[in-house]
């Protein structure tokens, strides 16, 4: 364990972050590390509990408490607070593929299951996790791995995402030779074009995905499964093929005005404004999308966050942000105790942003959009929205967000955001494979499983378990992996 009385001594402490005002100049990563004299201390806090939940990754009243990868967190935090560095980095790669991506985007699981979090403040576990794997590229401890048997078996990887990418690299280290099919220009699905570059750099990425080329790993980009190339052209060619086209279906606003210029899907503007800059080799900043707009953005998540941030960035005269579901509240209620997930309110680097630059904070709570207004052009110009409250459907019994009457109000927006989830697979893949899907079409396989309906085609990631976290993802890529191997060699070592 850390220290044992490290809890108590020593105080949580982050990554220093730029000032919003300073960091919305640019898009690049605005936390500078810690020292590693003071991450060792952070390390000394963790506690090595009796049962650390912060490494179960089980479900709780319907979310996940603990890392789902299961990382050996009480051990990396000691070999932190010891100075031990490469251990560090060598316990930590037995359950992880990708620390570089979940130490920056990953909500920290890990840390709201933490035991401190019953009289104190957890500790930053993801903070150490960064620490542990930059140390190890900076140290060139992060090396090929290079299978020194090639198996004869060949598997498709159709998308790379972090599922995708944690699949092949699994197979590719068994001795498999693995192709990475990608339709995008760029390989690394949503930790590309997905997630801004402030909040992760797309050289991490490209570090990455080099690594896993010198390995073996083969990427093929613009091309479309299903368009450009059949199910039936890579089941002749590859011995298994794995589906992780991540749940690319975004969930539309079907109101009146929808078809109006100006209305995007939050995963198209977020992927067109990286996709410029790194065109442009970061010299173009595509102000156009929203310089001097009204900018509306529909859904609270993560997702919505980043377009909050993003039109920040790009020069917006305001933002607004529609979020369906009441203002969390600021504590733990009763019902929500330790280790579930926290239902609290968090406010994340771009509403904090707003409020830095326009002075409040940009959420508007239970309301929604009824309609889009258009100019003469043929441009969205004002949004129609109404308040909601919570009533029970005679009919089910469920809770439902009911407008309010007489609460309806026009509001400029001259940008549109649409970050209201996904609602599953892509239609065009799913039927190119054939593949059986659930009632949310999610690719359907059997419990705890990776097999699809179709022999020898498996899923994994958001396409299996529906729009998730990057942890999950990997998590999922893993297990895939672990399945397809097997199918292949009659048991895994993976």
Same mark, same amino acid.
């Given at each position: 364990m850390g220290k044992p009385t490290g809890f108590l001594e020593y105080k949580r402490e982050t990554a220093r972050v730029l000032p919003p005002k300073v960091r919305i100049a640019n898009f690049n990563e605005f936390r500078t590390p810690l020292s590693k004299e003071k991450q060792k201390t952070q390390g000394a806090r963790c506690m090595a509990c009796g049962v650390p939940f912060c490494q179960s990754g089980m479900m709780l009243n319907g979310m996940a408490s603990g890392c789902p990868l299961h990382n050996l967190v009480p051990e990396t935090n000691d070999l932190v607070y010891t100075g031990n560095w490469k251990q560090a980095y060598l316990r930590l790669s037995k359950t992880h593929s990708f620390p570089e991506f979940t130490s920056r985007v990953c909500p920290a699981l890990c840390e709201a299951a933490c035991t401190c979090n019953l009289d104190s403040e957890p500790v930053s576990t993801k903070e150490n996790e960064r620490a542990i794997i930059e140390t190890a590229w900076q140290e060139g401890w992060v090396k090929p791995q290079i299978p020194r048997v090639r198996t004869g078996k060949t598997i498709a990887v159709v998308g790379s995402g972090p599922s995708g990418l944690a699949a092949a690299q699994q197979l590719n280290r068994r001795g498999h030779s693995v192709t990475v099919y990608e339709r995008s220009d760029r390989p690394g699905g949503l930790l590309r074009y997905g997630i801004p570059n402030m909040k992760l750099e797309k050289s991490v990425v490209d570090r990455r995905i080099h690594l896993m080329e010198e390995e073996g790993v083969k990427f093929v980009l613009n091309t &479309?499964? !299903?368009?450009?190339?059949?199910?039936? #052209?890579?089941? /002749?060619?590859?011995?298994?093929?794995?589906?992780?086209? $991540?749940?690319? &279906?975004?969930?539309?606003? /079907?109101?009146? $005005?929808? #078809?109006?210029?100006?209305?995007?899907?939050?995963?198209?503007?977020?992927?067109?404004? %990286? /996709?410029?800059?790194?065109?442009?080799?970061?010299?173009?900043?595509?102000? +156009?999308l929203a310089k001097d707009k009204h900018v509306l953005v529909i859904g609270g998540g993560d997702t919505g966050n980043d377009c909050v941030g993003t039109s920040i @960035?790009?020069?917006? /005269?305001?933002?607004?942000?529609? +979020?369906?579901?009441?203002?969390?509240? =600021? #504590? @733990?209620?009763?019902?929500?105790?330790?280790? +579930?997930?926290?239902?609290?309110?968090? %406010?994340?680097?771009g509403q904090e942003e707003a409020i830095a630059v326009f002075g409040h904070d940009p959420r508007v709570y239970q309301t929604t959009v009824t309609e889009f207004i258009a100019d003469k052009k043929g441009n969205v110009c004002k949004a129609k929205i109404v308040k909601l409250k919570s009533q029970k459907d005679e009919k089910t019994g469920r809770m439902m967000m009911v407008p309010v009457e007489g609460t309806e109000e026009v509001i400029p927006a001259d940008v549109v955001l649409i970050a209201a989830?996904?609602?599953?697979?892509?239609?065009?893949?799913?039927?190119?494979?054939?593949?059986?899907?659930?009632?949310? %079409?999610?690719?359907?396989?059997?419990? #705890?499983?990776?097999?699809?309906? =179709?022999?020898?085609?498996?899923?994994? $990631?958001?396409?299996? @378990? !529906?729009?998730?976290?990057?942890?999950?993802?990997?998590?999922?890529g893993r297990e895939a992996a672990r399945a397809v191997d097997e199918s292949l060699m009659g048991y895994t070592n993976l």
């Open positions: &479309n499964v !299903g368009k450009d190339i059949t199910a039936e #052209e890579l089941l /002749k060619k590859y011995d298994r093929v794995i589906l992780a086209c $991540g749940a690319s &279906n975004p969930r539309d606003i /079907k109101v009146p $005005g929808r #078809e109006a210029k100006g209305i995007y899907f939050a995963v198209d503007f977020l992927g067109k404004v %990286t /996709k410029t800059l790194l065109d442009s080799n970061f010299e173009k900043t595509p102000y +156009e @960035r790009l020069g917006a /005269k305001s933002v607004t942000q529609l +979020e369906m579901m009441p203002k969390p509240p =600021v #504590e @733990r209620a009763a019902n929500n105790p330790w280790p +579930e997930w926290p239902r609290i309110l968090k %406010t994340d680097y989830g996904f609602l599953g697979s892509q239609k065009y893949v799913t039927d190119a494979f054939k593949v059986a899907l659930t009632g949310r %079409t999610n690719v359907e396989t059997k419990p #705890e499983a990776y097999e699809t309906s =179709v022999p020898r085609v498996f899923t994994a $990631g958001d396409m299996h @378990r !529906g729009q998730s976290l990057v942890v999950w993802a990997i998590r999922e």
